[in-house]
């Protein structure tokens, strides 16, 4: 059975940092498309950052641009998210996605993705 799931998220001051952590099982996560996604009270699903499949090229939203990294472990079938320099805006439940689609480019669109975890709280809070 195909699955990712997050972990990593907590409370941190404005200025810090967290990193998140999306574990795929049932596949090989490195030949597919990664994505995170983000959703606050009140507000749309957000596409934050992405991994293409294979070649690994990396894609951001302009809000985390400078602020967040994302990376690729192949030998822990997982994909991090590095994020520095948060702000209390970055408060969301963040969601990593895979899309079903063999060595393709990644998107933002959360649509494009097939198979979605439970989400990871993330508070940016002084």
């Known amino acids: 059975q195909l699955q990712v799931v997050e972990s990593g998220g907590g409370l941190v001051q404005p200025g810090g940092s967290l990193r998140l952590s999306c574990a795929a099982s049932g596949f090989t996560l490195d030949r597919y498309p990664i994505g995170w996604f983000r959703q606050a009270p009140g507000k749309e699903r957000e596409g934050v950052s992405c991994?293409?499949?294979?070649?690994?090229?990396?894609n951001f939203a302009d809000s985390v641009k400078g602020r967040f990294t994302i990376s690729r472990d192949n030998a822990k079938n997982t994909v991090y998210l590095q994020m520095n320099s948060l702000k209390p805006e970055d408060t969301a439940i963040h969601y990593c996605?895979?899309?079903?689609?063999?060595?393709?480019?990644?998107?933002?669109?959360?649509?494009?993705?097939?198979?979605w975890g439970q989400g990871t709280q993330v508070t940016v809070s002084s």
């Open positions: 996605a895979a899309r079903r689609r063999l060595f393709s480019v990644c998107t933002l669109r959360g649509t494009d993705y097939d198979y």
């Open positions: 991994l293409s499949g294979s070649l690994g090229t990396p």
